[in-house]
């Protein structure tokens, strides 16, 4: 079958990627009236769950910088994933999905609805009259034909919780083939920027939101990209390791210079000695330095706390008061 060139991909009216003879899902999903944030919501539209569910504002937002934490090319299938010692753990956000630290790669299930093809011209309508929308759908189909290339890496999707275990790999196959004749792999202009790049590298994301230009807030410098435990001594042992590697190195060089003051030959060395009595001395300074860091980071991380408590707090409170002033008063 010939591959649509991008130019008429972009000129055609939007249409599901898919034929309906390679539909996954033939029944229309029931969508909950609740989100992450702001709770239970019986008006809910469709679009505002399609929105939540599969724009990546988060990671779209800092774009330009995402060639320090990941490489412009597909991500691994999952039974590389297996391979490399990482856990496959479940996330519904999709501003973290394929992004991976050491152990852990976050995958996000695929949405059935997406499957369905009555629902892109039905019920999910703004897929496809919402161009920036519809490549954010796009690119979602698109990171599962990545991680799912072989029937080994079906199974791992079944087993996961990734996809519905009635997608056979006979459905796949073709499935994916009819995808990939409207969604190119090889270009990016029919996917959103999220998908430019596969894998992103955690630890990198978060460096990027603490300290690039544009994104950097206090809460982005103490957070980073994804929110992690931010109790004290969490945040000093993900931070402040490396300082004891220090003094592990500092002990042992110091220890040595005993020795060799110790020694005949290097007991007359006026150059050793002066490097011993510079050494000790900056040790003793960088020892008191790094106490007086740990200490000033303990008493700002606890002063950041109350402040978000109280601010937390007075949050709530209006939002009790504004839901008080809208219930209709009783006869």
């Known amino acids: ?187 990016v202009d029919t996917v959103s920027k999220r998908y430019h790049f596969g894998e992103l590298r955690l630890s990198r994301l978060n460096l990027i939101y603490r300290f690039a230009p544009g994104v950097f807030s206090t809460q982005n410098f103490m957070r980073g990209f994804m929110s992690e435990p931010l109790w004290t001594k969490a945040f000093l042992e993900r931070n402040f390791a490396w300082l004891f590697s220090v003094f592990g190195f500092v002990t042992i060089v110091a220890g040595s210079m005993q020795v060799g003051l110790g020694t005949h030959s290097l007991q007359g060395s006026e150059g050793f000695q002066r490097a011993s009595v510079v050494f000790t001395a900056a040790s003793l300074l960088g020892a008191v330095a790094s106490v007086l860091l740990v200490g000033s980071v303990w008493g700002f991380l606890t002063v950041y706390h109350v402040i978000r408590a109280k601010k937390n707090l007075q949050v709530v409170r209006k939002r009790r008061i504004e839901r008080q002033n809208s219930r209709p008063e009783s006869v």
Not at 44 to 51: A, D, F, G, P
Not at 97 to 125: C, Q
Not at 171 to 182: E, G, I, N, Q
Request: hydrophobic fraction near 40%; aromatic fraction near 10%.
């Open 1 to 187: 079958m010939r591959r649509n060139s991008i130019a008429d991909i972009l000129q055609a009216p939007l249409s599901p990627p898919f034929q309906k003879a390679h539909e996954l899902l033939e029944s229309t999903p029931i969508f909950p009236p609740w989100n992450l944030s702001s709770g239970f919501d019986p008006q809910r539209s469709i679009t505002s769950i399609l929105n939540q569910d599969l724009r990546t504002p988060a990671i779209d937002q800092i774009y330009r910088h995402l060639w320090l934490a990941g490489l412009p090319r597909a991500a691994r299938p999952l039974h590389r994933q297996i391979l490399l010692g990482r856990a496959i753990i479940i996330t519904e956000n999709p501003n973290e999905h394929l992004v991976w630290n050491a152990t852990r790669i976050f995958i996000k299930p695929l949405p059935e609805y997406i499957l369905s093809y009555d629902f892109w011209l039905t019920d999910g309508g703004s897929l496809i009259h919402d161009q920036s929308l519809y490549h954010s759908a796009c690119g979602f189909l698109l990171s599962y034909c990545w991680l799912i290339s072989t029937k080994s890496d079906l199974v791992i999707a079944h087993n996961t919780h990734l996809l519905p275990v009635s997608i056979t790999w006979e459905k796949w196959a073709p499935f994916v083939t009819d995808l990939l004749t409207v969604i190119d792999p090889e270009s």
